[in-house]
């Protein structure tokens, strides 16, 4: 038994290492615009932040989400923090699954590029919608009397570059339209459902999706039009951008990939061309199916 887990850690760390080497390479061609939907994150949070300036707390709007549904309150406001938490981190875990599991259907890093230009694509609308026009915030404590609907006149620049995160982020008031929980499950549950592999798990992704959109209304975090406008248009942008971006390599399609470690003669023979087919997204390796 002991020889048989220590043959079985021994094939897992050699697999893990190979993934590595391929995705170090990956990365080596493809950082810049990994960077750059990564910097787009920060300015995103910068625009949320700024536009919580010119917040001015007022009466909630006449909202048929908030008449459907009943309000969480403030102590149960964790719920939908809570569920959106599991599928951030569900499907940040799952990108990264080919560095152990056998079945390896995506590169980590092509994957990563495809899915930050579906969020940068989705929240730079956003940032247009929410600055076009302020609507009084329908949270607890964006609402009037809360001493937190509104922020003081910043004493710096480094005061709003800072943007006072997590808390910042958490306690915003007029980033309304269109809700960016929503963004990023529409966005990590669309590109499950195109390169997941779990007929139940996609089920069970639309069925959380749709559970975050009622949560969402319910503790009072965004309007119904909100979670709406979300939903049709990360969608469109989805659909509209994964038709213009290259396709990512199927490493399931048992054609030899160029990235991974050879021990044949043939080592040498792969050509310079056939490396960037790879990286343009034009090839994959052989994997064993899940």
Request: with cysteine; net charge positive; aromatic share 14%.
């Amino acid at each position: 038994m002991t020889l048989y887990v220590a043959r079985e850690a021994s094939k897992l760390w050699k697999r893990f290492c190979k993934e590595v080497s391929i995705e170090i390479l990956l990365l080596a061609e493809k950082w810049k615009l990994l960077l750059a939907g990564l910097i787009f994150q920060y300015i995103h949070g910068l625009a949320a932040r700024g536009v919580h300036y010119f917040h001015r707390p007022g009466p909630t709007l006449q909202d048929a989400g908030f008449f459907l549904l009943p309000e969480l309150g403030k102590e149960r406001a964790y719920i939908s923090e809570t569920v959106f938490t599991f599928v951030f981190f569900s499907f940040v875990l799952w990108t990264f699954h080919p560095f152990i599991f056998k079945s390896k259907k995506i590169y980590t890093v092509l994957l990563w590029r495809r899915v930050l230009a579906f969020l940068v694509a989705s929240q730079f609308l956003r940032i247009i919608t929410f600055y076009s026009t302020q609507l009084p915030g329908p949270n607890y404590h964006c609402r009037e009397g809360s001493p937190l609907a509104t922020l003081p006149r910043p004493g710096s620049v480094l005061e709003v570059l800072l943007i006072n995160f997590p808390r910042g982020v958490i306690y915003g008031c007029g980033d309304l339209i269109f809700s960016s929980h929503m963004i990023f499950t529409l966005v990590f549950v669309l590109t499950y459902q195109k390169y997941g592999t779990r007929r139940d798990i996609k089920l069970l992704a639309w069925l959380t999706a749709a559970t975050q959109s009622l949560l969402i209304i319910a503790s009072r975090k965004h309007y119904t039009v909100d979670v709406v406008v979300a939903w049709y248009t990360v969608n469109l942008v989805v659909f509209f951008l994964d038709k213009k971006l290259p396709e990512l390599p199927d490493r399931m399609n048992g054609t030899p990939s160029p990235l991974l470690p050879l021990v044949t003669k043939d080592k040498d023979s792969r050509t310079k061309e056939e490396h960037h087919k790879l990286l343009n997204g034009n090839s994959g390796d052989t994997v064993d199916r899940v």
